[in-house]
């Protein structure tokens, strides 16, 4: 059966540091993968998408790389600042139109 | 401006009891989510409509009905309420394959 694991639950940083976050699939082909962040209370809101043919995506201090052979994302925030504290979701899809498959997610806490 | 928006944001009801959730978005987007996310965090699909068509339904309870009178709206009506229905019900819309905008979220308690 299809499978997403996002390396663990929850992930403490010092202010300043990289906080590097993996998703990894099994069983699934995906055409896209995207990352959304969700505060609590709130709904997820969307932070980046890669293609299956691209290798890595940047936006600001949010980096993604994205790996068919070894199905896996990861997902780096440089530079971490206490405001960057929340869970991260990646999501997959095969391209059928809108269907994604969410990871449980992991909780990024950044102390100052 | 609020771009899904969704209604009530708490729910609190009894077993068996009927009820309905609304969701409106004023992106123009033509496709249309819900999704519940359980105690565990874990989001999951439950039924999509593109142009007010159904296009995905999830193994879920045919209590569970959506309904989509325009595409700019898809509501959740949910008959006889078991304990396990207790959630967050998201709405979120998109143009195919693009990102997604998710609502607030309608937390619901079933007692």
């Known amino acids: 059966s299809q499978k997403i694991e996002q390396n663990s639950e929850a992930l403490n940083i010092q202010e300043g540091k990289t906080a590097t976050l993996t998703c990894n699939y099994t069983?699934?082909?995906?055409?896209?993968l995207q990352w959304y962040r969700q505060d609590p209370g709130r709904g997820p809101v969307f932070l980046l998408l890669?293609?299956?043919?691209?290798k890595e995506k940047r936006k600001e201090r949010l980096k993604v790389t994205f790996d068919t052979t070894l199905k896996q994302s990861l997902f780096h925030i440089t530079a971490s600042q206490p405001a960057d504290s929340a869970t991260y979701l990646c999501?997959?899809?095969?391209?059928?139109?809108?269907?994604?498959?969410f990871g449980a997610g992991t909780t990024v806490t950044v102390r100052a | 401006d609020t771009a899904v928006s969704q209604t009530p944001k708490y729910l609190v009801t009894q077993m068996g009891n009927d009820k309905s959730i609304k969701c409106e978005q004023n992106?123009?987007?033509?496709?249309m989510y819900w999704y519940k996310q359980d105690s565990k965090k874990f989001l999951k699909i439950m039924f999509s409509?593109?142009?007010?068509?159904?296009?995905i339904n999830e193994t879920v309870p045919n209590r569970f009905s959506p309904k989509s009178p325009d595409k700019a709206h898809l509501n959740l009506h949910i008959n006889s309420l078991e304990l396990g229905d207790s959630a967050v019900y998201f709405c979120?819309?998109?143009?195919?394959?693009?990102?997604?905008?998710f609502g607030p979220g309608t937390r619901l308690t079933v007692l």
């Open positions: 979120a819309s998109s143009q195919p394959l693009g990102e997604q905008f």
């Open positions: 069983n699934y082909s995906p055409a896209y």
């Open positions: 890669i293609r299956e043919n691209e």
């Open positions: 999501a997959l899809s095969r391209g059928d139109p809108g269907k994604l498959s």
């Open positions: 992106l123009g987007h033509d496709t």
């Open positions: 409509y593109n142009n007010k068509e159904l296009i």
